[in-house]
């Protein structure tokens, strides 16, 4: 059955993904860059300051778990998962293996469905880290400050973590986008990071407040979208890339039409196009 082929292909994919480091370096550094922007740094700067502790600490607490672990996604975080995206699918153009996959009878379309499943959920699990690694680093601060633990309820929680998941999934995929069009790894990690960390943000903070069409269209770009889905999720302004220029509704529906997209004219051109 066409259903028991295509969970084969994702079980081999899934096998191949997981024995390669670089992915689990992926992992580490997003945890550790999380951690450090959203507590290590802010934790330093309460207990080192006379003034405002109060609201200092209160950043800090497992109240706050949602916004502060999915804080990162729109860039830092967001580079990330774009990379891991461009390494799950440009591996093959790297390595020259995609004669070797598809020799083996699956078609195009469905080898690239079992990868857009593994990008998918490793997606999930990253933002799945983030939340536990967050959670940890909250309760660790509310015990050594003798601070009342309240968590987020769990609606906000599964709100939370569908919303990071959905952003960090459509940067994936525009890795994997990139990965296909550019037929590799290094040129499109360049690109997409130009963008992700550098062009956008200039749009935002100095085009989008001198030209009006700027500040228009950044309204239907995937990063002041994923900002503004993100601020309403409860992200610290301030946080790069974390903005308000739509609302939570239309940045949901923006980023996932991004998504889809990628998704599908990443498929179209690997099915059309050579190879080499």
Not at 19 to 44: C, D, E, K, M, S
Not at 109 to 136: D, E, H, I, P
Request: net charge positive; with cysteine; hydrophobic share 55%.
């Amino acid at each position: 059955m066409l259903v028991d082929r295509v969970l084969a292909d994702v079980r081999a994919e899934l096998r191949k993904q997981v024995r390669r480091p670089a992915h689990w370096l992926l992992l580490g550094v997003a945890v550790v860059l999380t951690l450090t922007f959203a507590y290590v740094i802010p934790y330093l700067g309460y207990t080192g300051r006379s003034g405002e502790r109060s609201r200092g600490l209160e950043s800090m607490l497992p109240a706050e778990l949602v916004g502060n672990t999915i804080a990162g996604t729109p860039v830092f975080v967001g580079a990330l998962a774009l990379i891991f995206g461009v390494l799950v699918v440009g591996g093959e153009y790297g390595w020259q293996t995609w004669k070797t996959v598809l020799a083996q009878g699956s078609p195009r379309l469905r080898v690239f469905a079992a990868k857009v499943v593994v990008t998918t959920l490793g997606s999930l699990v990253l933002v799945l880290a983030l939340l536990a690694t967050g959670a940890a680093a909250g309760l660790g601060v509310a015990l050594l400050q003798g601070a009342p633990i309240t968590w987020p309820s769990l609606p906000a929680l599964l709100v939370g973590a569908g919303g990071g998941w959905l952003i960090t999934t459509m940067w994936a995929m525009a890795g994997v986008l990139l990965a296909v069009a550019l037929r590799g790894v290094a040129l499109p990690i360049g690109l997409g990071l130009v963008w992700l960390l550098a062009v956008q943000n200039l749009l935002s903070a100095v085009a989008a407040p001198l030209v009006d069409w700027i500040a228009s269209l950044q309204k239907v770009l995937p990063g002041p979208n994923a900002g503004s889905l993100v601020s309403a999720l409860g992200a610290p302004s301030g946080t790069p890339g974390v903005s308000e220029v739509v609302g939570a509704g239309q940045g949901a529906v923006v980023v996932a039409c991004y998504l889809v997209v990628f998704t599908v004219v990443g498929g179209f051109l690997l099915w059309r196009r050579d190879i080499e």
